[in-house]
């Protein structure tokens, strides 16, 4: 490349204005997007420091008026320039614009008014006020409006400001005046400075286990050794993984760094936050999806001034520009949420890499259910694998049933609830323990399964499920096999062929009909609309207030409920039907994570997994709690059919509101894969799994290829021939690497 593009000024608004440089020819293998250079600029060539955006061949002006770079500056002190750096890994491995790559690390400048919030405070006693107050209307002529504050200042020792000034229509003349006689004083706070300004309490400081202890030395000594790295810790529900998170936090801080603590959306709950709170006071902050951009804006502008040490939140936070970032912690990290649905669609778990690395920081990775690519990084050596294999707090995992739903429909029973799952809900009623009914809602949708072998549709190439297209035909999503809808099963020829369809509202109705005197309470996407919706459900049924909690998957997540001491998983192998590689690690992960609500707290807990399919490992390792077996068995699929982490997919997302523009451009692009990279697999092109969204049609390719670096190459190709000569200029190309969401 002969042309860079550099841009001055690294602020969100002004990443678009960007200057063209020649590149000398002996920085031409070195220079890469997101280098800081030094370059002369104006006309009178000072010298000026900016950061290259893109390269390119071909000059926008006169070449022989283009000035040079002077040089690369290698230093990676500054935070901008991390964080650039990290764009532009970020747009090299994960596809995108180095524009978009920009806006996704840099922080919308958006400076919120502080919302002053004023009150007027009394400051002296109600005697003595009274004693002011006698002194006030025993002269003649006084002001009325001070009456009307004293006698309000006598009902309430505080009062907002605004309600004074336009509920009692008393000026501020007048408040300033009882402030100056030091009859009041007043109280200022800016509201959204500290999110959690209003939290308080002190952390009873638990001791460490013998196996927390172990982890927390070892990553105490390997850090103070700076002997950085990627930790994965591999521990059962329960077994205080956040308590362990707690101890490195605090030995991160102690060296004077800064720490970001990344959970998932859903499990940001006032308890999870309470504990970091409690522990690390005003140095805590968060951010979550319903700040608003300013709110957002603000904490990391905290976070750059080391006013806070901390920041909790969801996958944003990892951006955070804290000067001296020393520890990223991903709890859950197998979460699909750690994923970006959006270009550039980055992962959480390897840009924090990557930001750690550019840092000299580490990275600890938690979680009872890993990503099977997590653990096989640990047991490569990759990561530091580090084990907590027993529960902090109660002396065993539940006790888990697995009831074959097969047989409940051959013996006559047709309700959704089994006859065992009946039983023991009655028990739990009789003893005021309470219950969770789990509904794996995952893979309903247009996949079909037979109800009396448990027999589901599935690919011959892929080894994933088929599912139903509006031609009423059964589609492959990686590589367009189509068959015609059966009518009979293949396997035992039994009629009762079809989809599971019931939603949770459906079961909370019929829970409610066979359980009268049960009080029901419900949480989905539709009852958790709305600020705090999932919160107050949930407060609910902590408080006792409910006999039986009814979901979706949302209720499996993290949350810590003492007197649940049942779980029931109904449909519980709906989500291996999902059309996807990952459907048998997502079945495993939700039941684990169901199966360890139950039994949290002092009583003993159990589980029962309904299902058709009681001989799939999932089911089978999520009865027994056991990571390693599933694991085994998962890993073997893996390598068979090339899927990750045993290979590399690169998605190519071909989408255009005209058809025929978005099938040639398919067609163009696979050509060019089959013309420039004979050896890789290349699977389509072919409808994408929801084939139109929004008026716009969508194809896609697959390609699989051990070394990801193919990937990207192939990447790049395809990228040049767009800017270059795309023949189909109205059909965008999306890539996505070892994409999560395949619909
Ligand atoms: P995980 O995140 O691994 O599922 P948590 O961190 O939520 O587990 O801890 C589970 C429970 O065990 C919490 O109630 C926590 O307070 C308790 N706990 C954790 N560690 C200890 C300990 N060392 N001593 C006593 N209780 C503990
Ligand atoms: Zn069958
Ligand atoms: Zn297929």
Not at 305 to 313: A, L, N, P
Not at 412 to 430: A, K, M, P, Q
Not at 696 to 707: E, L, Q
């Amino acid at each position: 490349m002969q042309y860079c593009d550099v841009v001055v000024d690294i602020s969100h608004e002004k990443l678009d204005k960007t200057f063209q440089y020649k590149i000398p020819s002996a920085m031409q293998d070195d220079l890469l997007e997101g280098m800081q250079v030094e370059a002369p600029f104006g006309r009178g060539n000072r010298v000026i420091t900016g950061y290259v955006v893109a390269l390119s061949d071909k000059p926008k002006f006169d070449p022989a008026k283009t000035k040079e770079i002077i040089r690369i500056v290698h230093d990676a002190t500054s935070i901008d320039n991390q964080l650039i750096q990290l764009a532009g890994w970020m747009k090299r491995n994960v596809g995108g614009t180095m524009n978009q790559a920009l806006k996704t690390v840099i922080p919308v400048k958006e400076k919120s008014k502080a919302i002053v919030k004023k009150t007027v405070v009394l400051n002296i006693s109600q005697d003595e006020l009274k004693d002011e107050y006698a002194s006030l209307v025993g002269r003649a002529r006084h002001s009325i409006s001070k009456e009307r504050l004293m006698q309000a200042l006598m009902d309430n020792d505080e009062i907002p400001w605004e309600v004074i000034t336009k509920k009692l229509n008393v000026g501020s003349g007048v408040i300033r005046d009882f402030e100056k006689n030091g009859i009041v004083r007043v109280r200022t706070e800016n509201t959204y400075r500290n999110p959690i300004n209003h939290l308080q309490g002190d952390e009873k400081k638990l001791t460490l286990n013998d196996e927390q202890l172990r982890i927390c030395n070892r990553f105490k000594d390997e850090y103070s050794a700076r002997d950085y790295g990627t930790y994965l810790v591999y521990g059962v529900t329960g077994s205080g993984k956040t308590l362990c998170y707690l101890e490195m936090i605090e030995h991160v801080l102690s060296l004077g760094r800064s720490a970001i603590v990344l959970i998932p959306e859903i499990a940001l709950t006032y308890q999870t936050l309470m504990r970091f709170y409690r522990r690390f006071g005003d140095k805590v902050s968060i951010i979550n999806s319903r700040m608003s951009k300013a709110e957002r804006f603000d904490q990391f502008e905290r976070a750059k001034k080391g006013d806070i040490k901390i920041i909790v939140g969801p996958r944003s936070a990892l951006f955070t520009p804290f000067p001296d970032l020393g520890l990223i912690v991903i709890d859950e990290e197998h979460e699909t949420s750690y994923k970006s649905e959006n270009v550039p669609k980055y992962h959480a778990v390897p840009t924090a890499i990557e930001r750690a690395r550019i840092a000299g920081a580490s990275v600890v990775l938690g979680s009872a259910t890993p990503s099977v690519d997590s653990y096989r990084k640990a047991l490569d050596g990759e990561y530091r694998l580090m084990e907590l294999p027993n529960r902090a707090s109660s002396d065993s995992m539940a006790d888990c049933e697995v009831v074959d739903m097969r047989t409940e429909l051959r013996s006559g029973n047709t309700s959704i609830i089994s006859r065992r799952l009946h039983e023991l809900i009655e028990d739990r009623l009789s003893r005021h323990e309470q219950v969770m009914l789990f509904l794996n809602r995952r893979g309903m949708l247009g996949c079909l399964s037979c109800r009396s072998c448990g027999t589901t549709l599935k690919c011959p190439h892929c080894d994933v499920s088929l599912s139903l297209h509006r031609d009423g035909k059964m589609h492959c999503h990686y590589c367009g096999y189509t068959i015609i809808k059966p009518s009979v099963c293949g396997k035992c020829g039994s009629k009762a062929i079809g989809g599971f369809n019931i939603g949770t509202e459906k079961v909370e109705e019929l829970v409610a009909e066979e359980f009268p005197s049960a009080n029901v309470v419900r949480m989905d996407m539709d009852t958790t609309k709305g600020k705090s919706g999932h919160e107050a459900i949930l407060e609910k049924f902590a408080n006792r207030e409910a006999d039986i909690l009814v979901g979706t998957q949302m209720i499996v997540k993290g949350h810590d409920f003492s007197n649940v001491t049942l779980v029931g998983a109904l449909a519980a192998d709906m989500s291996l039907n999902v059309p996807d590689y990952r459907s048998g690690e997502r079945t495993f992960q939700l039941l684990t994570q169901a199966v360890g609500r139950a039994g949290r707290g002092s009583l003993a807990g159990t589980a029962v997994i309904q299902t058709y399919d009681t001989e799939h490992y999932s089911i089978i390792a999520s009865k027994n709690q056991n990571y390693q077996e599933f694991y085994d068995k998962e890993i073997v699929y893996r390598d068979l059919m090339d899927y990750p982490p045993c290979s590399h997919m690169l998605l190519m997302s071909i989408q255009s509101e005209d058809l025929r523009q978005a099938d040639g451009q398919a067609k163009v692009v696979a050509e060019m894969i089959k013309k420039h990279f004979p050896d890789v697999r290349l699977l389509g092109p072919q409808d994408a799994g929801i084939a139109k969204i929004k008026d716009v049609y969508r194809k896609s390719i697959y390609v699989k290829n051990r070394d990801y670096q193919v990937l990207v190459d192939i990447k790049d190709i395809i990228d040049e021939y767009l800017i270059d000569n795309n023949s189909y200029n109205k059909a965008y190309v999306f890539f996505d690497f070892d994409p999560v969401n395949t619909l």
